[in-house]
């Protein structure tokens, strides 16, 4: 029996809080600092995956989609296309809000085309971070009512529990000890990444062996 490759993620985040080690240029990419998307993910499928590239928000290439408006969906569809060229199975991302509501549609958008615009296509675990990673933390650790904050509030409410905006490592043991059952429910863009998280990866990584 041989055993199936792993299922290969490509990570896209808007820098080290999200990516760990593996942000920056690839040729300086490494696994020995995760960020918290990694963590998130390993905690809804602790194996069967491996990092198989990963690319910061800025410098993904825009894929030119007919008739979208908003950047973020060119985005979206350009992050696809490197998973797909980096010979992933799966593309994994968060977006900050921030000051921007019409992200988060835009950002869905681009989601729904990745089918249509590209052929064999990556799944995509994907999504807003409302109003920033740092709402998604604060969720995390249980507080309530998170995505009405600013990004600025949030960033305070993180610093008053002794945790700094570039306070990345602090971030993951956030993640690593988390109840992931427990995120408030009024926390919905990190339910639904989650939600999509446990729809994609255990069925990915969990195929056993071939023959």
């Given at each position: 029996?041989?055993?199936?490759?792993?299922?290969?993620?490509?990570?896209?985040?808007?820098?080290?809080?999200?990516?760990?080690s593996?942000?920056?240029?690839?040729?300086?990419?490494?696994?020995?600092?995760?960020?918290?998307?990694?963590?998130?993910?390993?905690?809804?499928?602790?194996?069967?995956?491996?990092?198989?590239?990963?690319?910061?928000?800025?410098?993904?290439?825009?894929?030119?989609?007919?008739?979208?408006?908003?950047?973020?969906?060119?985005?979206?569809?350009g992050?696809?296309?490197?998973?797909?060229?980096?010979?992933?199975?799966?593309?994994?991302?968060?977006?900050d809000?921030?000051?921007?509501?019409?992200?988060?549609?835009?950002?869905?958008?681009?989601?729904?085309r990745?089918?249509?615009?590209?052929?064999?296509?990556?799944?995509?675990?994907?999504?807003?971070?409302?109003?920033?990673?740092?709402?998604?933390?604060?969720?995390?650790?249980?507080?309530?009512?998170?995505?009405?904050l600013?990004?600025?509030?949030?960033?305070?409410?993180?610093?008053?529990?002794?945790?700094?905006?570039?306070?990345?490592?602090?971030?993951?043991?956030?993640?690593?000890?988390?109840?992931?059952?427990?995120?408030?429910?009024?926390?919905?863009?990190?339910?639904?990444?989650?939600?999509?998280?446990?729809?994609?990866?255990?069925?990915?990584?969990?195929?056993?062996?071939?023959?």
């Amino acid at each position: 029996m041989k055993p199936l490759e792993r299922t290969r993620v490509f990570l896209v985040g808007e820098g080290e809080n999200e990516l760990g080690s593996r942000a920056g240029a690839p040729a300086y990419q490494s696994d020995k600092h995760p960020g918290v998307l990694f963590t998130l993910l390993s905690r809804v499928q602790p194996n069967g995956w491996v990092v198989g590239g990963a690319r910061e928000w800025k410098s993904i290439r825009k894929y030119q989609a007919r008739g979208a408006a908003h950047e973020d969906t060119h985005h979206v569809l350009g992050a696809a296309l490197d998973a797909k060229e980096a010979g992933c199975d799966v593309l994994a991302f968060s977006r900050d809000i921030d000051r921007d509501p019409a992200r988060r549609e835009a950002i869905a958008e681009g989601i729904r085309r990745v089918s249509s615009s590209l052929s064999s296509p990556p799944e995509v675990i994907g999504g807003v971070a409302a109003p920033a990673l740092e709402g998604w933390i604060l969720a995390l650790l249980g507080e309530k009512a998170t995505e009405e904050l600013s990004p600025l509030r949030a960033q305070a409410m993180l610093a008053a529990k002794g945790m700094m905006p570039d306070d990345g490592a602090a971030m993951v043991r956030v993640a690593e000890d988390a109840d992931l059952d427990a995120v408030p429910p009024d926390a919905t863009s990190l339910g639904e990444w989650l939600a999509r998280a446990r729809a994609v990866l255990p069925r990915r990584a969990g195929r056993g062996v071939r023959s």
